[in-house]
Protein backbone atom coordinates (compact mmCIF):
# COMPACT_ATOMS: atom_id res chain seq x y z
CA UNK A 1 0.00 0.00 0.00
CA UNK A 2 1.52 3.54 -0.97
CA UNK A 3 1.34 6.46 0.59
CA UNK A 4 -1.20 8.38 -1.96
CA UNK A 5 -3.76 4.92 -0.96
CA UNK A 6 -2.97 6.31 2.70
CA UNK A 7 -3.83 10.08 2.09
CA UNK A 8 -6.93 9.13 -0.48
CA UNK A 9 -8.35 7.01 2.43
CA UNK A 10 -7.81 9.56 4.73
CA UNK A 11 -8.96 12.10 2.84
CA UNK A 12 -12.37 10.43 1.93
CA UNK A 13 -12.81 9.94 5.78
CA UNK A 14 -12.73 13.38 6.30
CA UNK A 15 -15.06 14.40 3.33
CA UNK A 16 -17.49 12.24 4.95
CA UNK A 17 -17.46 13.76 8.14
CA UNK A 18 -18.02 16.81 6.66
CA UNK A 19 -20.95 15.41 5.10
CA UNK A 20 -22.01 13.86 8.06
CA UNK A 21 -21.86 17.24 10.30
CA UNK A 22 -23.87 19.15 7.31
CA UNK A 23 -26.80 16.92 7.50
CA UNK A 24 -26.45 16.21 11.11
CA UNK A 25 -26.92 20.69 11.42
CA UNK A 26 -29.54 20.39 8.65
CA UNK A 27 -31.72 17.77 10.42
CA UNK A 28 -31.49 19.54 14.00
CA UNK A 29 -32.45 22.68 12.18
CA UNK A 30 -35.21 20.69 10.40
CA UNK A 31 -36.20 19.49 13.97
CA UNK A 32 -36.51 23.15 15.28
CA UNK A 33 -38.41 24.63 12.53
CA UNK A 34 -40.67 21.69 12.84
CA UNK A 35 -40.98 22.02 16.89
CA UNK A 36 -41.92 25.62 16.20
CA UNK A 37 -44.70 25.12 13.52
CA UNK A 38 -45.78 22.49 16.12
CA UNK A 39 -45.87 24.39 18.95
CA UNK A 40 -47.72 27.75 17.04
CA UNK A 41 -50.38 25.26 16.56
CA UNK A 42 -50.60 23.99 19.87
CA UNK A 43 -50.78 28.04 21.18
CA UNK A 44 -53.51 28.38 18.73
CA UNK A 45 -55.14 25.50 19.60
CA UNK A 46 -55.21 26.47 22.95
CA UNK A 47 -56.37 29.96 22.22
CA UNK A 48 -59.23 28.44 20.46
CA UNK A 49 -60.46 26.04 23.44
CA UNK A 50 -60.04 28.82 25.34
CA UNK A 51 -62.14 30.99 23.75
CA UNK A 52 -64.80 27.85 23.07
CA UNK A 53 -64.83 27.81 26.84
CA UNK A 54 -65.49 31.48 27.57
CA UNK A 55 -68.43 31.11 24.87
CA UNK A 56 -70.07 28.29 27.04
CA UNK A 57 -69.43 29.37 30.19
CA UNK A 58 -71.38 33.00 29.11
CA UNK A 59 -74.04 30.68 27.39
CA UNK A 60 -74.08 28.67 30.59
CA UNK A 61 -74.82 32.08 32.79
CA UNK A 62 -77.68 33.28 30.50
CA UNK A 63 -79.36 29.92 31.03
CA UNK A 64 -78.65 29.83 34.69
CA UNK A 65 -80.22 33.40 34.95
CA UNK A 66 -83.27 32.75 32.50
CA UNK A 67 -84.07 29.80 34.87
CA UNK A 68 -83.65 31.72 38.22
CA UNK A 69 -85.60 34.48 36.72
CA UNK A 70 -88.75 31.94 36.15
CA UNK A 71 -88.36 30.39 39.33
CA UNK A 72 -89.11 33.78 41.90
Do not use: P
Amino acid sequence: MDWTHVAAIIASNFALMGVYITLFLWSRSESKADHRALESWVKDMLASIQAEIKDFHGRLCAIEERNRGDKN
